[in-house]
């Protein structure tokens, strides 16, 4: 049984840090959170992976208070079924735009961040995550937004010489 004193400090501490957090502000959504919002709704993906095709469809939804984008991927991908999970939001302390993207094909997630140029119509994220190989890869994800219902997504990583290349891409179309 813990002593008397120890419990009241335990306590006492307990309730500095109750009083500190119930005295924070809850974060509001800035002009960034309603960048991604404008992204809200249902698109039709065509993905392209060197000469191959195929179909999909993305549905993007604001969350937790206005903060988050979430993503919800469904497809195919090389003849096999492919789905895949998301979440966007800005980072004010870090001045960026940030994500955190799982599917079906890794194990591990990409995590990337960066910004949009200065006319607000291309984002360009950095980050690292599973290689083909399933080691840890360079990557950059490109988005550039083709007025409000279209946009035209890129990935790239280093190609079999070092160099950076197109991976895939995928051309969104929102549905109506």
Do not use: C
């Not at 809850?26 to 191959?52: C, R, V, Y």
């Not at 969350?63 to 096999?80: C, H, I, K, Q």
């Not at 291309?122 to 937004?145: C, F, R, Y």
């Amino acid at each position: 049984m813990l002593p008397v004193r120890h419990l009241l400090f335990v306590l006492s501490v307990l309730s500095v840090f109750a009083l500190n957090v119930s005295a924070q502000e809850s974060p509001k959504p800035g002009p960034e959170h309603q960048k991604l919002k404008e992204l809200e709704g249902t698109w039709d993906a065509t993905m392209k992976f060197g000469d191959a095709e195929s179909k999909g469809t993305m549905i993007y939804k604001m969350d937790l208070g206005g903060l988050w984008l979430t993503s919800d991927f469904r497809g195919e991908f090389g003849g096999e079924k492919f789905a895949g999970k998301g979440l966007d939001s800005y980072d004010p302390t870090k001045k960026k735009y940030i994500s955190v993207w799982v599917d079906s094909m890794i194990t591990s997630p990409l995590i990337t961040e960066g910004t949009y140029d200065k006319e607000g119509k291309v984002l360009t994220q950095t980050g690292e995550g599973p290689g083909p190989d399933g080691k840890p890869m360079k990557m950059k994800m490109v988005t550039e937004h083709q007025g409000k219902d279209a946009m035209l997504f890129t990935m790239f990583a280093p190609g079999p010489d070092g160099k950076e290349a197109a991976m895939f891409s995928i051309s969104y179309k929102r549905r109506k």
